[in-house]
């Protein structure tokens, strides 16, 4: 299966936005791609993110042409809180988000998994969202805000990538606090990581040395 799993450093930070330009990005390419929402909270009577994802999916993958978007979805609940909080009933089980994931990825060369929140949000008591990426060996693309005060979230995100030594890149989604950005934030990420990217201006390249590093590696 091929996948990538679309986090970020915590909620409203553009999750949704990258996976659509990543969707657009891959069937520029020829690559037949899917998507999936594991879990959506704060679903009142439609989960939006899984319904603007799979409309934009269906667009370039006529195999996601009949499904609804509660089919790219394991669990919808309607408190807007991390998925432990919001199973108040505590039936979420991660072989069903699993079963779900490897469902879907028969449908598509890849499949973009879009998370609930940061990589630390917990699904259950003692599994998160971290957790789920690693259980399904699948490389991540963390998405970082560029409001004040985002490096800290940002090193701390890369932090947990890095403990456990799993495949990711990460990227700035230039929306809050734009002006100000190059100011108070860009000299410190130009000093320290070289060749950092933003969402809006990176994604075709990251795109195509995923396909380079991933898809035509297993083709060939």
């Keep these: 299966m091929q996948s990538l799993f679309i986090s970020a450093t915590g909620t409203n930070v553009g ?68 998925p432990f909080c919001a199973d108040t009933k505590q039936s979420i089980k991660i072989d069903t988000i699993i079963d779900k994931i490897h469902t879907l990825a028969q449908k598509c060369d890849i499949l973009l998994i879009e998370g609930a929140g940061g990589l630390m949000v917990p699904i259950t008591e003692n599994y998160t969202m971290l957790d789920l990426a690693q259980a399904i060996h699948s490389p991540i693309l963390l998405v970082t805000p560029s409001r004040l005060g985002c490096i800290n979230d940002t090193l701390l995100s890369i932090e947990a990538l890095k403990s456990r030594n799993l495949n990711y890149e990460w990227c700035v989604n230039l929306y809050e606090d734009k002006e100000s950005f190059d100011a108070v934030t860009r000299p410190y990420y130009d000093k320290v990581f070289d060749g950092w990217w933003s969402s809006s201006d990176g994604i075709d390249a990251f795109v195509q040395k995923y396909i380079q590093t991933h898809i035509h590696s297993q083709r060939g």
Excluded at 23 to 43: D, L
């Design 15 to 82: 999750k949704t936005y990258t996976t659509l330009l990543l969707i657009k990005a891959f069937a520029s390419r020829g690559i037949k791609v899917g998507v999936c929402k594991p879990i959506e909270t704060g679903v009142s009577s439609l989960p939006l993110d899984a319904s603007v994802l799979l409309d934009s999916v269906q667009e370039v993958n006529p195999e996601f042409a009949t499904l609804g978007a509660y089919d790219i979805t394991a669990y919808t609940f309607p408190l807007p809180a991390a």
